[in-house]
């Protein structure tokens, strides 16, 4: 194992169950971490833009969609009696993307999505992270239907079409969070630079981190209004 991929387990096995405790907690320790990633995010960005060609208009439109993005994120999670279902859910569908992209283009390889941008990812990766997100997704629903109404309420004949398009908002959302990925990762060869910045060992920047969170975060809530309304 190399010391690269070390680095990311540690910082992903340390952040990713405290930063779950804290969408969990709500309230004032998940506005304050709201707050403090989206400072984060913004100096990372404002940086990046010191080595555009149009350092104003770059950090205008940036900071308008970071601005969207978490706005989103916090409403989601604030909004609602299932906020905390919501976010945490968007959370380990992102995560079961990334992870489902990670193996399925490693084991079949193929066609380059972006390779101008993204030379690592493929399009089998991303099919692969649809899935995947598909599937954790559903399953999550299934979770939170039975914890909501019992066991003896839920069947799959029953419930088969809110989890059909359960699943294929997951992928959906797969998909969205890759194109968000891919965003950022334009932006980072635009400007020169290998990463957004250097505060998660392993990782890079906040942005590197949370790049396909943001993007998904707004869709998310407009998905959810289509298909379960």
């Known amino acids: 194992m190399s010391a690269s991929l070390k680095l990311r387990l540690i910082s992903g096995f340390t952040l990713g169950p405290l930063t779950l405790a804290i969408m969990w907690i709500g309230a004032l320790p998940f ?4 707050i403090a990633v989206f400072a984060l995010a913004i100096h990372e960005f404002r940086e990046m833009t010191k080595l555009s ?20 994120f916090i409403a989601m999670r604030l909004g609602s009696d299932l906020g905390v279902f919501l976010v945490i859910g968007l959370i380990l569908t992102i995560w079961a993307c990334d992870v489902g992209a ?3 283009g490693k084991l079949i390889g193929g066609a380059r999505l972006a390779p101008l941008v993204s030379p690592n990812k493929t399009w089998a990766g991303m099919i692969g992270g649809a899935i995947a997100s598909g599937v954790l997704l559903t399953t999550l629903f299934v979770g939170l239907m039975i914890y909501l109404y019992g066991a003896e309420n839920f069947s799959v004949s029953k419930n088969f079409a809110p989890m059909a398009n359960v699943f294929t ?9 890759q194109l968000g990925d891919l965003l950022v990762s334009w932006y980072k060869r635009q400007v020169g630079v290998k990463d957004t910045g250097t505060i998660i060992p392993g990782h890079g920047g906040i942005l590197d981190r949370i790049d396909s969170l943001l993007l998904a975060s707004p869709f998310f809530l407009i998905l959810l209004m289509y298909f379960l309304g």
């Not at 506005?31 to 709201?34: E, S």
């Not at 908002?169 to 969070?177: D, R, T, Y």
């Open 31 to 34: 506005l304050a971490l709201m």
């Open 53 to 72: 060609l149009n350092p104003l208009r770059d950090f205008l439109v940036g900071g308008l969609y970071l601005s969207i993005c978490f706005t989103a």
């Open 102 to 104: 990670y193996f399925s």
């Open 169 to 177: 908002m997951g992928g959906l959302l797969a998909i969205i969070g």
